[in-house]
């Protein structure tokens, strides 16, 4: 099992970004797909997640209006809208695959994690 999360970048604050998150290696239309971010000094601390189907989504508070999760099931990937960055949300993002259809906070109810792909939002 494989994800692998890209399009982070360099950003003003105000712009936006859309993360995307590639699977392989497992059927995840029985799975929850969730974003997390590190940023520094920080912990790392769930942003969004989704029911593979789109059926259910669930957000981080300080993130909800500004993100958008959905998924491709065709393609299998997941993205993340990211609009009206702030300089608070330059960190780590990583994507994971969750042990169940789940859509949880937790990152121990992820058993599968991509490598991150940074993002940087200037002020």
């Known amino acids: 099992v494989q994800l692998q999360a890209f399009g982070g970048g360099f950003v003003q604050a105000g712009n936006s970004l859309r993360l995307t998150c590639a699977a392989s290696?497992?059927?995840?239309?029985?799975?929850?797909v969730g974003w997390f971010r590190q940023g520094p000094g920080r912990e790392r601390e769930f942003v969004a997640a989704i029911r593979w189907n789109g059926v259910s989504a669930n957000y981080a508070e300080s993130v909800k209006g500004r993100f958008t999760i959905s998924s491709d099931n065709a393609k299998n990937m997941v993205y993340l809208q990211m609009n009206s960055l702030k300089p608070v949300d330059t960190a780590v993002y990583y994507c994971?695959?969750?042990?169940?259809?789940?859509?949880?906070?937790?990152?121990?109810?992820?058993?599968?994690w991509g490598q991150g792909t940074l993002v940087t939002v200037s002020s």
């Open positions: 290696g497992r059927t995840f239309s029985n799975y929850a």
């Open positions: 994971a695959s969750a042990t169940t259809s789940y859509v949880s906070r937790g990152p121990s109810n992820y058993d599968y």
